[in-house]
């Protein structure tokens, strides 16, 4: 091993010395829990980036269509809080502190992301194919451009090829925002993320965070399904869901005839695109967009 590389691994033993540390001291790793019967994991929500928002002090990165993973240290979480079966070849090799990221299969392969975490056996062959992005070192000290210089130096790991800093640039312009944006979707890429450099590392739902999409789109749970009429007789017209804060509609649009014919399970929680809101708060123009495996148990 030349001196360089010894440098690089000293730093970084240090860093992990240093930052285990006052982990330790703030805030226990299993504070919250391991069996699925407590709250999930702690995670900072995004929201919806609007023109005319300021762009001051923000990083953009790209939006990963993946399941977001959160390492507390010692075991993997999906955002509902369920445990994530990854193989002991991804997972020991990464660092004793939590880590906040998206695993990833690659662009436009998100059935094959979700499979692949959401099983309870896990497959060496398609886990090869899963990264770790990791955005954010939510136990870290500091603000987001703080976390984020901690994250730099602590990445990459050179047993861990399939774990990476998620790449960041500073925002500046809304028209240059909205270039990238279109290079990216162009891409096969889903978006972009805008964290402000500011902020502290809080697990709710705040504008420090903003995804920026092509359209806008949303979450709610499945509570009945609707029969069809006319081509679709016989089988699924419609869902009825719900969402976060209660409100019901008709989603209707967007469903292969597969899905029509195997509907998504009442219960289960599904995305769906739309276009702006009615003054009663329902999306207009809703249409589906896929099953959240990642928030069903």
């Known amino acids: 091993m030349g001196r360089a590389a010894r440098v690089l691994l000293s730093r970084r033993a240090l860093l992990l010395a240093t930052f285990g540390a006052a982990f330790a001291l703030s805030r226990p790793v299993d504070a919250w829990a391991r069996d699925g019967s407590k709250p999930p994991p702690p995670l900072m929500l995004a929201e919806v980036y609007r023109r005319g928002m300021p762009l001051d002090d923000y990083w953009v990165s790209e939006k990963y269509d993946g399941v977001r993973g959160y390492w507390d240290?010692?075991?993997?979480?999906?955002?509902?809080?369920?445990?994530i079966a990854a193989p002991p070849w991804f997972t020991a090799p990464l660092p004793p502190i939590p880590l906040d990221g998206e695993l990833w299969a690659g662009r436009?392969?998100?059935?094959h992301t979700v499979s692949t975490v959401r099983s309870q056996t896990p497959v060496d062959a398609a886990w090869r194919e899963i990264r770790f992005m990791v955005f954010d070192l939510p136990a870290a000290s500091g603000d987001f451009t703080a976390r984020l210089g901690t994250l730099r130096k602590l990445l990459p790991v050179t047993d861990a090829t399939w774990l990476f800093a998620?790449?960041?640039?500073?925002?500046t312009t809304h028209e240059a925002l909205q270039a990238l944006l279109d290079k990216t979707v162009r891409m096969g890429g889903e978006g972009l993320m805008?964290?402000?450099?500011?902020?502290?590392?809080r697990s709710e739902r705040n504008a420090d965070l903003l995804k920026v999409k092509p359209?806008?789109?949303?979450?709610?749970?499945?509570?009945?399904?609707?029969?069809?009429?006319?081509?679709?007789a016989g089988r699924l017209g419609a869902l009825m869901v719900e969402m976060p804060d209660g409100k019901r509609f008709k989603l209707g649009s967007g469903f292969s005839d597969a899905e029509r014919e195997n509907p998504p399970a009442i219960g289960a929680w599904v995305s769906y695109r739309y276009n702006g809101t009615n003054p009663s708060g329902l999306p207009r123009f809703a249409r589906f967009l896929r099953v959240r495996d990642d928030m069903n148990s």
């Not at 240290?73 to 445990?83: D, F, I, K, N, Y």
């Open 73 to 83: 240290g010692m075991q993997l979480w999906t955002r509902g809080g369920e445990p």
């Open 108 to 111: 436009g392969r998100f059935a």
């Open 166 to 171: 998620v790449p960041q640039q500073r925002a």
């Open 194 to 201: 805008l964290h402000r450099g500011a902020s502290p590392c």
């Open 215 to 232: 359209f806008d789109d949303a979450d709610a749970r499945v509570v009945a399904h609707i029969g069809g009429r006319g081509k679709h």
